[in-house]
């Protein structure tokens, strides 16, 4: 009878060195986005919680298994088709002979902390990781060459640090384009925030 695995550390130091290195890639790259991601197993897989679970991934032979929700997976179920990878209602597949798609696990990743929807006002409050950032200037003329300014202006500060993080992060040229995209997109519309349905809050 194989031995029940308790602990992160535990599970990845049984894998291949292959596998065990991108397990640590999505380990980074998942509790980059927030410090109070913390990481358990849970149903024999490591199973990332902020407030609630927010993902699980999974080793087999040939691929690597990215569990991130139904909702998280119809929301990326287009991309994912353009991609190439294959996905079923509530998980996708990562295979080995591919390269990590560690852009593609971030914005799922990012989608469900959105999500989790339990994090208290005080821990929004926090320095970190909602510490307010200053916009670029590009993004700032682009902004008020929209007519938006003020709609950034009124959006919470967690919204606007994570907004300016995830622009930042982006390595490519066109990524960030297509994040400052979806940015200006959401603060036009008003309704939505980083791919999930938002609604502001009216002061009466």
């Known amino acids: 009878m194989k031995e029940k695995v308790c602990e992160y550390a535990d599970y990845i130091a049984a894998q291949d060195e292959e596998t065990w290195a991108r397990l640590e890639a999505i380990d980074k790259t998942v509790k980059g986005l927030s410090n109070r991601i913390t990481v358990k197993i849970s149903w024999s897989m490591p199973t990332y919680v902020l407030r609630g679970v927010i993902l699980q991934v999974c080793a087999f032979k040939r691929h690597i298994g990215l569990y991130p929700g139904a909702e998280a997976v119809e929301a990326f179920k287009e991309r994912l088709g353009r991609e190439g990878y294959a996905y079923s209602k509530g998980g996708v597949r990562l295979p080995l002979d591919r390269a990590l798609p560690l852009a593609l696990i971030e914005d799922v990743a990012r989608f469900t902390v959105a999500a989790d929807g339990r994090e208290t006002n005080a821990e929004r409050r926090a320095p970190a990781p909602w510490a307010e950032k200053p916009l670029p200037d590009g993004l700032r003329s682009r902004l008020a060459a929209e007519g938006l300014t003020e709609a950034y202006r009124l ?28 940015m200006i997109d959401e603060l036009r519309g008003g309704g939505a925030y980083m791919g999930r349905a938002y609604k502001a809050r009216v002061n009466n």
């Open 155 to 182: 959006r919470p500060r967690y919204q606007r640090a994570e907004y300016i993080s995830w622009i930042e992060r982006a390595v490519r040229s066109e990524t960030k384009e297509r994040r400052e995209a979806q």
